[in-house]
Structures are given as structure tokens and as C-alpha cells.
């Protein structure tokens, strides 16, 4: 007898003799087996490239010229739209500062002196150029009523205002500036909300306008030959989208607190009224 006929007596010999463990080398195998299986399966989901990482950005650049230049709209009226978003945030953030200060300021001093004296460093309130213009308009009535006085060597009699009614108007024409300067740039909010929808809408028909000019031409309705050039033209419609509605969120929210700090100018209009009529008139 060889030596392999030997080794294989004995090997099969020695299963005979024990089939529970044959039973559990097999099952051992069989497990191995599987999980080696498993893995190799995590390995090629792993190993398999990922379709689609780069397919937006392949859309755009194999785009049609007229598909391009909206998309080149869209994005500069997007990014326009983000750079107003920012500036406007903090402009409106530190005016509702400043004007809480001043507010303080203001119902706590005893003369209008001294509420002029803390104007400069207080400039992107609103209020402050309600006051100015009120105390402006107050000032230019009592230096007409000292030049038109008697004698230097009379006593200086209360000051007296001669309109309340111009002071006023001088309020309401303050008031009418600093709304126009907390609205400026949020209407091209407005501009792009409106527009760049349309925008997107016009390449997405342009794109499928090519799509089944391609489809006519190759004569072929398959997946492969439809899908890429309606991909392309859903492209323009995403970035219309998204040009969109952070101006369209953003325009409402700009808007509303420019309605709550005019109504602010409003309150405080009157009651500078009210302290001007109870001290100079």
C-alpha cells in the first residue's frame, strides 16, 4: 500500500469512526463559507464605484450653450441673493441694537442735548434720524425766535415753539427715509424670487426641446439615450429652486421687521411730539 492510499484509509477511517465530527467540520466549513461570502459581498459594494457622484456636475458641463448661460444667471442671481441675505442680517440686527440703546438713552436724559451727544455713536438706528430731524427742526424754531427777540438786555423768556405741526412733518419725512434705507436691496429679493423660477423653467423646456431633437436624431427611444439630456434640463429647474426660495423666505423675513421697526419710528415720533408740545409750546 502507498503512502496516499495509506493516508487516505486512515483519513477515511477516521470519519467512520466519528460522523459527529465530520458533522461538525462540515458545518464549520459551511459557516466559514458563508461569512467569507458576506465579506467578499461588503468588499465589492465597497470596490464598486459610486455612479453619480460627479453626474450633476458632468450634466452642466456637457449642457447645452443656451442651458449653461441660464444656468450662469441663475447662479449669479443666487449669489447676489446670498451676499443681501448676509449684509441685510446684520444691518437689521445691529439697528435693533442701537435703537435699544438709544431708546434708554433718550427716556433717561433731562434735555434733548443730551441725547444729540450720544447720537454719533448710535448712527444705525433708525431713531437717530428721527430725533435728529425733530431736534433739527426745533432748534432752527427757537434761533428764529431769539433773533426776532427785544433787547439783548431783557431776559431770555421760555423758548416757545412756533409749529408743532412742521416738526411733524419733519418726523414723517425722516420716518419716510429711514424705511427707504432699511428696505434698499430687499426688493431684488423680491426680483430674484419671482424670476429665477422662470429662469429655470426656461432650460429645462430648452433642454427637452434638445432631448427629443437627439431622440429624432438617433432614431432610438431608448432609456440611455432619453435620460441624459432630460436630466440636464430637470438641472436648470433644481438651481431655479434654489435660487428661489432663500429669497423668497428671506424677502418675508426682511419685510416684516422692517414693518415692526417702522411702527417703532411711529411710537417714538409721537412721543417726541408729546414731550416737544409739553415743554415748548
Not at 173 to 192: D, G, H, P
Not at 208 to 223: E, N, P, Y
Request: proline residues 4%; glycine residues 6%.
Amino acid at each position: 500500500m502507498g503512502l496516499t492510499e495509506f493516508h487516505t484509509s486512515c483519513y477515511g477511517g477516521t470519519l467512520a469512526l466519528f460522523p459527529a465530527a465530520l458533522h461538525s467540520l462540515t458545518a464549520e466549513v459551511s459557516l466559514r463559507t458563508s461569512g467569507l461570502w458576506f465579506l467578499a459581498l461588503q468588499v465589492a459594494d465597497v470596490e464598486r464605484p459610486v455612479q453619480g457622484s460627479l453626474s450633476i456636475l458632468q450634466l452642466v458641463l456637457d449642457a447645452s450653450p443656451v442651458s449653461k448661460v441660464a444656468l450662469a444667471v441663475l447662479l449669479a442671481f443666487s449669489i447676489v441673493s446670498w451676499g443681501i441675505i448676509l449684509a441685510k442680517s446684520m444691518a437689521l440686527r445691529r439697528a435693533e441694537r442701537q435703537s435699544k440703546s438709544f431708546l434708554d438713552i433718550f427716556r433717561k436724559s433731562a434735555r434733548f442735548s443730551e441725547v444729540q451727544g450720544a447720537c454719533k455713536a448710535l448712527e444705525h438706528s433708525p431713531l437717530v434720524g428721527l430725533f435728529q430731524a425733530g431736534y433739527a427742526e426745533l432748534t432752527l424754531q427757537m434761533r428764529t425766535d431769539k433773533a426776532a427777540g427785544g433787547s439783548p438786555d431783557v431776559p431770555a423768556a421760555r423758548p416757545t415753539l412756533k409749529s408743532l405741526a412742521a416738526v411733524d412733518r419733519a418726523l414723517l419725512r425722516a420716518s419716510s427715509v429711514e424705511v427707504i434705507k432699511l428696505e434698499k436691496q430687499v426688493t431684488f429679493l423680491a426680483t430674484t424670487a419671482s424670476l429665477a423660477p422662470f429662469v429655470g423653467l426656461f432650460g429645462t423646456v430648452w433642454g427637452i426641446m434638445s432631448a427629443f431633437a437627439g431622440i429624432g436624431a438617433q432614431g432610438s427611444t431608448d432609456l440611455a439615450v432619453v435620460a441624459p439630456g432630460i436630466a440636464e434640463a430637470l438641472v436648470a429647474t433644481a438651481v431655479g429652486l434654489f435660487a428661489a426660495m432663500p429669497a423668497v423666505y428671506f424677502y418675508n423675513h426682511f419685510t416684516t421687521k422692517v414693518k415692526i421697526m417702522a411702527s417703532e419710528m411711529d411710537d417714538f415720533a409721537m412721543e417726541f411730539l408729546n414731550i416737544s408740545e409739553r415743554n415748548f409750546t
